[in-house]
């Protein structure tokens, strides 16, 4: 449930409030807006009634959350949350567009890749470390030398990193290195992953599983929240279904779903979504025009030399071109890029 505090609400109020309800074993979460307080109390609702929440000094109205993810919801959270970092603002006005390769392969391939994307207005470089690949044959990444590429390209242009972490031992090298640290597709329900990451306090940027419900992804999300670590930016990239034309089929109705659901700001992975160089840019644009935050895209230098997802990847002429494009759609729905 949620404990709305009057505007103006004293401090003292609040801190009698969450005494009273830590006493009978609820955990809390506060969030502080601009104009009031709400207290998120999660726990036995049966034992709460006994407090008189409603009638204690400073408290507007006791509302249950009536969904199964509570920290995530919009009834716990009205407003959007804006994810800031070094100056970028996800889940803002701006689209956040997060582009690279697939894999971090090389030191010449994450030079250009990161020159290009930032010429092409892009905010966060993307780059996998770890692979978490279907067949153990294929490439697995170049680990933490691979951290360190991405690192140096942060230092020589000012994007943001994010990168995949794929255990939970990981996070804390994955976390020294990135901005922001994803959860693949394959792991959002490690929850052993996902406790670790709820910890930390950089963000997480949480991809939809294969075969995920809506429901499931926002409640692998309340994992995160519930921890402690409310940085969450949730990715739909695409889930499985019996449509072979596409490597995925990509779910753009979430999209407003989960805004209507969540708080939490959503993104979109067309590369991954559709498996096809050719879909990505006009999946871009419906996402921005359904009201996605942001995208991610996979770009490299050489996709047909790529050692992992060529298919999907554009090469930087494309990139540079498709941002151009996207603009003019994310202006006629009121947004920047
Ligand atoms: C990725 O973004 O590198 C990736 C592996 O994607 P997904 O987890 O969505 O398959
Ligand atoms: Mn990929």
């Not at 690192?151 to 031992?169: D, F, M, S, W, Y």
Request: glycine share 10%; net charge neutral; hydrophobic share 40%.
């Amino acid at each position: 449930m949620i404990i709305v505090m009057n505007p103006g609400a004293k401090k003292e109020q609040v801190d009698e409030v969450i005494l009273r309800l830590t006493q009978i074993g609820f955990g809390i979460h506060l969030s502080e807006g601009e104009t009031r307080t709400v207290i998120g109390a999660i726990g036995d609702r049966s034992k709460a009634y006994s407090l008189g929440l409603e009638a204690m000094e400073g408290v507007e109205k006791v509302v249950p959350i009536s969904k199964p993810f509570k920290l995530v919801s919009r009834e716990f959270k009205q407003e959007n949350t804006i994810i800031e970092l070094n100056g970028v603002k996800i889940g803002a006005e701006k689209i956040v567009v997060m582009a690279g390769p697939c894999a971090v392969e090389s030191e010449g391939q994450v030079k250009l890749i990161a020159e290009s994307i930032k010429a092409a207005g892009a905010d966060v470089l993307r780059g996998g470390a770890y692979k978490p690949r279907t067949s153990p044959y294929a490439f697995q990444g170049m680990e933490e030398e691979g951290l360190k590429l991405l690192a140096e390209a942060r230092e020589k242009t000012g994007l943001c990193i994010v990168t995949e972490v794929v255990n939970p031992q990981c996070v804390p090298l994955v976390g020294k290195y990135a901005d922001i640290l994803q959860v693949g597709a394959r792991n959002m329900q490690n929850f052993d992953l996902l406790r670790e990451l709820g910890k930390i306090r950089k963000p997480v940027l949480l991809k939809r599983g294969l075969s995920a419900t809506i429901e499931e992804w926002l409640m692998a999300a309340e994992y995160l929240m519930s921890g402690g670590n409310y940085n969450v930016i949730l990715c739909e990239r695409g889930i499985r279904t019996f449509e072979t034309y596409t490597r995925n089929t990509l779910d753009l109705s979430a999209i407003p779903i989960v805004k209507g659901l969540s708080h939490l700001p959503v993104i979109v992975d067309p590369s991954h979504g559709t498996g096809q160089r050719r879909l990505v840019s006009s999946m871009c644009k419906a996402a921005i025009a359904a009201g996605a935050d942001g995208l991610m895209v996979e770009v490299h230098p050489d996709p047909e030399r790529a050692l992992c997802d060529g298919p999907q990847s554009l090469n930087p002429i494309q990139f540079k071109e498709l941002m151009v494009e996207l603009g003019r759609v994310a202006a006629s729905v009121d947004r920047t890029m």
